[in-house]
Nanobody, 119 residues
């Protein structure tokens, strides 16, 4: 199983980025899939997650209305569209599987991609 994130970078406040997660060894329809982030000196924060059971999406309050998770099971890809970015969104972003559901801890994740929001 492998997850590889890409698409991070430097963006100004108010800007947008789209992160991608390429997966191998997974059937995305059989997995709870999501994104979490970790900022310097802080713990992991679940950003968003989509349940394999009913497609329900769980968003952190801090990103509601700004971030959108999606997946393309045929391509084994997952995405995170991030709009109206704020400096506090600066972190390393990881795509992950959640074997015990979206409210549990991540089970597998990739190497992460850095997102920096700064003017």
């Amino acid at each position: 199983v492998q997850l590889v994130e890409s698409g991070g970078g430097l963006v100004q406040p108010g800007g947008s980025l789209r992160l991608s997660c390429a997966t191998t060894g997974l059937n995305l329809d059989d997995e709870h899939m999501g994104w979490f982030r970790q900022a310097p000196g802080k713990g992991r924060e679940m950003v968003t997650c989509i349940s394999r059971l009913d497609g329900r999406i769980f968003d952190a309050d801090s990103v509601k209305g700004r971030f959108t998770i999606s997946r393309d099971s045929a391509k084994n890809m997952m995405y995170l569209q991030m709009n109206s970015l704020k400096p506090e969104d600066t972190a390393i972003y990881y795509c992950a599987t959640y074997s015990r559901g979206c409210r549990g801890r991540p089970s597998r994740w990739g190497q992460g991609t850095q997102v920096t929001v700064s003017s």
